[in-house]
């Protein structure tokens, strides 16, 4: 695509969902304000070419993904088709994609941020410190993790295990929603700041939204019950935020028994 041809407002509204707030180079042009969820300002920005080129690189990355999940119709499948996917960079760095793991028929669902390096190593889900530590909560309540269905918001592990990129999130929610509708829970347990946060489009800090049930809705329409806490890695740094948790997961068995 010629550069001379871009929708420039289409192009900043796709900079400020993915993060980018700085730009640089020799042409400015001016955007018009505009009454959008990103609330676009009226300001004079400086593109330089190899960032626009990768703006919509990553827009077609989603596009991609996107068309993906509306074609796959298991887990099997998606797996397939993630492991096969090579619109995000992260893979490149990672040893293993790490796609959901436990029983894609459970009523319930945990979702974490992304593999850490146990996880990439082992190509599974929440098995290191942070997974043994979910594994004795999760018994605590008398909730068996294989009878679970646990993933993360990316399914490859970010270099250092760094947090995800607003446009790597991007990239890599069609297929975390796509295993949402597929294993149709009627919970989700959200670990983490950025993992509720990605799904349910918000940017409230976990500790505010931590406890509250809120709802998500399926695109085939299924709504399923939303309760978020922290991650388990924060809980091994800050043990004394431990008896918080464990009152988010009495309140999911308490949710799940009253309604079983």
């Known amino acids: ?29 001016t955007v018009e304000k505009k009454n959008t969820v990103s609330n676009i300002a009226t300001k004079q920005a400086d593109v330089r070419p190899a960032i626009s080129k990768l703006a919509l690189s990553s827009a077609e990355a989603v596009k991609n993904a996107d068309e993906i999940c509306r074609q796959v119709t ?12 090579d619109g995000c960079s992260l893979k490149y760095n990672a ?19 992304a593999p850490g390096a146990e996880e990439d190593l082992a190509g599974k ?5 942070s997974g043994q530590l979910l594994n004795k909560m999760l018994a605590a ?6 009878k679970c269905y646990i993933c993360n918001i990316l399914p490859w592990r970010p270099p250092g295990n760094r947090s995800p990129s607003d446009a790597e999130i991007a990239v890599c929610l069609p297929f975390l929603k796509k295993q949402i509708e597929i294993v149709a829970p009627d919970y989700i347990f959200m670990l983490g700041a950025v993992a509720v946060n990605s799904l349910m489009e918000n940017a409230e800090g976990i500790s505010k ?19 978020a806490s922290y991650h388990p890695a924060y809980l091994l740094r800050t043990p004394a935020q431990k008896a918080k948790a464990w009152a ?7 949710e799940m028994g009253e309604n079983n």
């Open 1 to 29: 695509m010629n550069e001379n041809s871009l929708n420039v407002k289409s192009l900043i509204e796709f900079y400020i969902d993915a993060g980018v707030d700085e730009t640089c180079g020799e042409v400015s042009f």
């Open 74 to 85: 298991s887990i099997e499948e998606l797996r397939k088709a993630v492991e096969n996917f």
């Open 95 to 113: 040893k293993h994609t790490v796609m959901g793991d436990g029983n894609p028929e459970s009523k319930i669902m945990l979702i974490g941020e």
């Open 125 to 129: 889900a929440f098995v290191g410190r």
């Open 141 to 146: 309540i008398g909730i068996d993790r294989t």
């Open 209 to 227: 939204l931590r406890g509250k049930w809120m709802e998500y809705q399926m695109q085939n329409g299924k709504k399923a019950k939303v309760l």
């Open 248 to 254: 988010d997961f009495l309140r999911l068995k308490k």
